[in-house]
């Protein structure tokens, strides 16, 4: 196993999604369980006021309900299924369900999951998990999707760590003014730019004021590795996003990426050779 490898944080992303639903209970339990190292999730605002993790701007996808999430309260997005749909979509000759369908049926297990849920769970976790929490833009909360989450964290004590590397969470977010709001208010809390395109700033290894880490996506990275060594020497950290093949992982580990966000937690860990550690 090689130091780089042991380094590398492995982050499930939204749970271990691609063995149950996307930011669900199930989902995030089975990442504990398989020995995810942080935790990622989307958040959205509800009608009233209530952080959810939802990535989608309407529930369409991932429910058996329509509409905006943020034009839904939260007991009407408590009332929809967000989990029939990855078994019937994934699993639909199979003799033998996943594990997670082989649990007690818990409603809460498939229901909408709220922010609040989520640091619990990472709170009883009986060890150490970081959560990378993406602001989703935009939307006709604005500002008050930073808000509310910087509230909440400062309920359960994540939202002035001494230091950025000290911190159980970061932001993470496409809108370099999410993250503005976010180090203006709480200047401690380490904040990704998360980056699609390979913009002229990327390619010179800049990101937005205040920012330290780099969020590019895997096909960047595969297509412009040494965008990685740049970022490097400007005193960032890099996170890479969605790497899920056994090729991209080990390009990851060859190039010193600092966070790999997956779908399989599992198989990664276990291609580090940190499966069972």
């Known amino acids: 196993m090689t130091h780089a490898s042991q380094r590398l944080q492995v982050v499930a992303h939204r749970g271990a999604s691609e063995d149950a639903p996307e930011h669900t209970l199930?989902?995030?339990?089975?990442?504990?369980?398989?020995?995810?190292?942080?935790?990622?999730?989307?958040?959205?605002?509800?009608?009233?006021?209530?952080?959810?993790?939802?990535h989608d701007r309407r529930v369409n996808r991932t429910s058996?309900?329509?509409?905006?999430?943020?034009?839904?309260e939260l007991a009407d997005l408590a009332a929809l299924d967000f989990g029939s749909w990855k078994k019937a979509e994934t699993y639909p000759?199979?003799?033998?369900?996943?594990?997670?369908?082989?649990?007690?049926?818990?409603?809460?297990?498939?229901?909408?999951?709220?922010?609040?849920?989520l640091l619990e769970l990472v709170a009883d976790a009986g060890r150490r998990v970081e959560l990378a929490i993406e602001t989703k833009h935009p939307t006709r909360w604005?500002?008050?999707v930073e808000e509310r989450l910087l509230l909440l964290l400062k309920r359960f004590g994540l939202d002035a760590p001494t230091a950025p590397e000290e911190s159980a969470v970061r932001i993470m977010s496409f809108s370099a003014r999410s993250l503005h709001r976010v180090q203006a208010a709480a200047p401690t809390l380490p904040t990704v730019y998360l980056m699609q395109f390979a913009s002229p700033r990327l390619r010179e290894g800049r990101l937005p004021?205040?920012?330290?880490?780099?969020?590019?996506?895997?096909?960047?990275?595969?297509?412009?590795?040494?965008?990685?060594e740049r970022f490097r020497r400007a005193g960032h950290q890099v996170h890479v996003w969605t790497v899920n093949?056994?090729?991209?992982?080990?390009?990851?580990?060859?190039?010193?990426?600092?966070?790999?966000i997956t779908n399989r937690p599992r198989e990664v860990l276990r291609r580090l050779g940190r499966l069972g550690r």
Do not use: F, M
């Open 93 to 117: 000759a199979r003799d033998e369900d996943p594990d997670w369908e082989h649990r007690p049926e818990d409603p809460a297990d498939t229901s909408v999951l709220t922010l609040e849920r």
């Open 209 to 228: 004021a205040g920012v330290r880490i780099a969020g590019p996506s895997i096909r960047i990275v595969r297509h412009h590795p040494a965008y990685v």
């Open 245 to 260: 093949e056994p090729e991209d992982i080990d390009l990851c580990v060859d190039l010193g990426i600092d966070a790999l």
């Open 142 to 144: 604005a500002g008050q």
């Open 26 to 54: 199930a989902a995030y339990r089975k990442a504990i369980e398989d020995g995810a190292d942080a935790l990622e999730c989307d958040v959205r605002l509800t009608a009233d006021g209530h952080l959810v993790c939802v």
């Open 64 to 72: 058996n309900g329509r509409g905006a999430v943020s034009a839904l």
